[in-house]
């Protein structure tokens, strides 16, 4: 049970899924975020690039947290359908055995 939630916390750790979850909204790679002197047409650009900035960094960062919890998820399934056959794995010659014999 520790490797499956080790894995988890390493899964959610790659993928930084508090951090992006965090800072969702901020500027993806903004060069300029301070404010603009200017005319209106120049304030108005470069309120357009901040926010198209902030929507592009909002729709990558729910991409990369999409598959980070989609990760966390396909390993916490395969964890626990492999903590629940643990015991029977000693019983699986048995079993097939019987299963062979019950064939014919």
């Given at each position: 049970m520790q490797k499956v939630s080790g894995r988890v916390r390493g899964a959610l750790d790659f993928f930084s899924v508090g951090q992006l979850a965090s800072s969702l909204f901020v500027p993806y790679r903004q060069i300029s975020a301070g404010s603009v002197r200017g005319s209106v047409g120049d304030?108005?650009?470069?309120?357009?690039?901040r926010l198209f900035s902030r929507v592009f960094g909002?729709?990558?960062?729910?991409?990369i947290i999409f598959a980070g919890l989609l990760t966390v998820l396909i390993i916490g399934v395969?964890?626990?359908?492999?903590?629940?056959?643990?015991?029977?794995?000693?019983?699986?010659?048995?079993?097939?055995?019987?299963?062979?014999?019950?064939?014919?």
């Open positions: 304030q108005l650009r470069a309120l357009g690039d909002a729709v990558i960062r729910l991409i395969i964890g626990l359908i492999l903590i629940a056959a643990w015991p029977i794995l000693p019983m699986l010659p048995i079993i097939c055995v019987f299963l062979v014999q019950w064939g014919n």
